[in-house]
């Protein structure tokens, strides 16, 4: 609620009030004595012998009498020339019978019934119905004006609430039990949980709650749904809140609802509050001056002002979530105000797995499902993406006619959310398809000749939405934190093996080597700059990562001389591991032949097909069509 400076309690809100209303009943009272009755009353006046005449005429087509002696009419010629219904009246001449002038005429007529009418019905249509349709318009103009100017969605008595959404303690629907793949975060949550059921128990030794829990991780790894989850473990009230719903257009609006939504909470302790997206409101202060944001500058002010008021033994606990942690002020992160940042990062290979089958309930799975090769063909895939790949599949089984989600459901949508969706009627020419075939098989021959490098999963040459004419899938054995300084120089020569395959079969070159050559370029200047595995510039650091869990965006951290020297350091990586692979696949001629032969044909292998034909004799002569096909071209 925004608090009023005036001295003055709600006075002022109450006098415009009335005087609003005042101006209403006003505009109602004149509208009711000069513009209605004009506009309802249609009669002409006219002399008696003017009525005669038209009866004697007989142009009259309905009289009426009134209880007052006075005789209404209307003439059967006059809805042609005009668009309103005229009514004339006269006064009824002592001594005349009309009774006697009606008879014998074509004239409909009839008297009024001297009835009384109701008082109430008459104030109730007459003022209050006009009143209440004032009201109602007011209302809505009242509450559009106040979406456009950022108030919310009332009128102006909404100005400084918080609009956070609140659950009762049944209504979020999540436990911990529907939160899988993040041990380490639920660990450090329940025991905010135990201290909402249990407070005595910590405040016998003297312990405080902590005030503030800062969950931090990539986006889609389940940061609001553990905070959720919390609030459904320890049944207290759940109140959820955008960092953006803060910011607004007026200076000092965004501080009035953080001093509302503490006051509801504190209202409702315990509870737990939580602010998504903290890095909207919580930004570090520039100390700029006139050049800084005044409006969010003063609502992270106020939020802290407001985590150091309240007292933490009722049972408040503030959650935040962020994926820009070293955006925030430091005044946010002290302790004091949020004590604990909470890491939820990517699943491993064991959350990953236990992610796939808590979404697999939801859905019917057939038996011979195994999540443990989902889980590993899908390494760096977040919760968000694992619940998509789950519900993709669930898909695929509808087009394909099926009851329950097969383990080949589960395999293509993960190439689906990885590649693509698989283009029908791609186009590619017999010459272009070939040359993916040995692109590709360029790739898997090398990375399958190294001993340092993950197993070949799947090849296949299918056109994908994503733009790639065909992929090499390699899996993990096992989950994998560190790589060697051999694995990462095998990666780069695995990534240059397309390229190299094109060169020694078909003399040229063509841009299908585009990814490869981003991916290989970035490895090599990690490899320098980063992970300090080269002799030149041993254990430095020349690069600093931004947005870690955005992307991670790298930025050069050194002179234009050593950048000029990583740039020529990258080259020579990439160049020594192109030659590399090259000579693997001019000295392995022969597969590279069969196996590319046997993919252009069946267009999809798996790995186990791949490692078959390569372990086996060679089917094809020494001599190779290759090079004829290198004519056709």
Known sequence: MVENTNGGGKQPPRKSFLYYYGLVMLIVMLLNIFLFPSMMDRTQQVRFDQFSDQLKEDNVDEVYVTTNNEIIYTLKNDNKNTAWNVTYKTGEIPGVNLYDLLDGKDVKYSAEINTQASPLLNFLLTWILPLILFVGIGQLMGRSLMKRMGGGPGNAMTFGKSNAKIYAESETGITFADVAGEEEAKDALKEIVDFLHKPEKYSEIGAVLPKGAL???????????????????????????????????????????????????????????????????????????????????????????????????????????????????PDLLR????????????????????????????????????????????????????????????????????????????????????????????????DEKKIVSYHEIGHALVAALQTHSAPVHKITIVPRTSGALGYTMQVEADQRFLMSREEAFNKIVTLTGGRAAEELIFHSITTGASNDIEQATKMARALITRYGMTEDFDMVALETVNNAYLGGDASLACSEQTASRVDAKVVE?????????????????????????????????????????????????????????NNSL
Not at 294 to 318: A, H, P, S, Y
Not at 400 to 424: F, H, N, P, W
Not at 595 to 620: D, H, V, W
């Open 215 to 329: 969950l931090v991780g990539p986006p889609g790894t389940g940061k609001t749904m553990l905070a959720k989850a919390v609030a459904g473990e320890a049944h207290v009230p759940f109140f959820s809140i955008s960092g953006s719903e803060f910011v607004e257009m007026f200076v000092g609006m965004g501080a009035a609802k953080v001093r509302d939504l503490f006051k509801q909470a504190n209202e409702k302790a315990p509870c737990i509050v939580f602010i998504d997206e903290i890095d909207t409101i919580g930004k570090k202060r520039d100390g700029a001056g006139m050049g800084g944001n005044d409006e969010r500058e003063q609502t992270l002010n106020q939020l802290l002002t407001e985590m150091d008021g309240f007292d933490g033994k009722k049972g408040v606990v503030i959650l935040a979530a962020t994926n820009r942690p070293e955006s925030l002020d």
């Open 335 to 430: 302790p004091g105000r949020f004590d604990r940042r909470i890491i939820v990062e990517r699943p491993d290979l064991k959350g990953r797995e236990a992610i796939l089958k808590v979404h697999g309930k939801k859905v019917k799975v057939d038996e011979s499902v195994d999540y443990n090769e989902i889980a590993r063909a899908t390494n760096g895939a977040s919760g968000a993406e694992l619940a998509n790949i789950v519900n993709e599949a669930a898909l695929r089984a509808v087009r394909m006619g099926r009851k329950t989600v097969s383990q080949q459901d589960l395999e293509e949508s993960v190439e689906t959310v990885i590649a693509g969706y698989q283009k029908k009627d791609a186009g590619v020419s017999g």
């Open 573 to 629: 990586i990439v160049q020594e591991q192109h030659k590399k692979a090259y000579k693997l696949l001019a000295d392995n001629r022969r597969k590279l032949d069969e196996i590319a032969q046997y993919l252009y044909e069946k267009e999809t292998i798996s790995g186990e097909e791949f490692m078959r034909i390569l372990n086996a004799q060679p089917q094809l002569p020494a001599a190779t069509p290759a090079d004829s096909t």
